[in-house]
């Protein structure tokens, strides 16, 4: 309990350094898994396994044999949101690897006067490597945009504790996310969406948790308050069902395209887990995700 303290204590003197900014590289904040895109990302307590890489990396020391997860999302504009994700235990800890891309359709380009001027196409995308120790772990991650050929890069770093309260149903999580060097086009350079997160999960009912969680984007000065619950059953011959719900709210208004409810469902079997989510992530409409994690 105590190295969460520290933890929770050094993230709120990042963000109470922290100026605001224009903000670049928005694709970090997507979600990366559907069991959580179900609960309205409430994940900084909940997040567990290869797929807590971009939640709180603390969750991936609940890792205890090789995993993979792969999740993905049809986003704006033909552009699809995907993630690969790899984790195992090593001695006392477990590691992960996972690549983050945001595709985007190839667009058209116009010169001065209106005429088509051929196409271009964009991406982003990250690498982290991360670990999960006990009750803390990190993350660092190389992010890579790409418009037209143009090119630009940052570094950053997650941190984030997770601690099970010994006499109560309760786990606290508390995390912070791409704490970094900004990046940069052209001559232009744009803050990370750096983000602090508390929050806790409480196991209500047996096999039942509800998730509360409060986000603050630093540079963006937006508070984002999410609540989700999880009911899952297992059947006998690992064999089991899960469902899910969550609402998020990014302020205290709800008139925020990115706010409002968020449900999923997911389905066990043979070692493996498959999740489907239906969220409201942007102002456009919702979005469908569906990620398959399989233990080995």
Do not use: C
Request: glycine share 14%.
């Amino acid at each position: 309990m105590k190295n969460t303290i520290k933890i929770f204590s050094a993230i709120l003197l990042v963000s109470a350094a922290a100026n605001a900014a224009q903000t670049g590289a928005q694709f970090l904040k997507i979600d990366t898994d559907a069991r959580l895109s179900g609960m309205a990302s409430a994940g900084v307590a909940s997040a567990l396994g290869v797929n807590a890489l971009n939640y709180n990396p603390a969750g991936l020391s609940a890792i205890n044999s090789p995993e993979v997860a792969f999740s993905h999302s049809q986003w704006l504009m033909d552009s699809s949101h995907d993630f690969i994700g790899f984790g195992m235990p090593v001695k006392k800890m477990s590691l992960a690897l996972g690549i983050t891309r945001l595709t985007n359709g190839k667009m058209e380009a116009r010169a001065d006067d209106g005429s088509a001027a051929g196409g271009y196409s964009a991406y982003d995308q990250a690498v982290s490597l991360g670990f999960g120790f006990r009750n803390v772990g990190g993350a660092v991650k190389y992010i890579q945009s790409s418009i037209a050929g143009v090119k630009a890069d940052a570094f950053a770093v997650d941190l984030g504790g997770r601690q099970k309260l010994s006499r109560l149903p309760v786990t606290l999580g508390v995390g912070v996310q791409n704490l970094g060097t900004g990046i940069k086009y052209l001559s232009q350079r744009d803050n990370l969406p750096l983000s602090v997160n508390a929050g806790f999960t409480v196991a209500v009912l047996p096999g039942m948790g509800l998730s509360l969680e409060v986000k603050r984007l630093v540079y963006d000065k937006q508070t984002v308050f999410s609540a989700g619950t999880e009911y899952a059953m297992m059947t006998g011959n690992d064999l089991g069902f899960a469902l899910r719900g969550g609402y998020g709210l990014t302020g205290l208004t709800r008139d925020n395209g990115d706010s409002g409810l968020s449900v999923g469902a997911g389905v066990m079997a043979l070692g493996a887990q498959l999740d489907y989510a239906v969220s409201p992530e942007t102002g456009m409409g919702s979005v469908q995700r569906i990620t398959l994690k399989k233990k080995f």
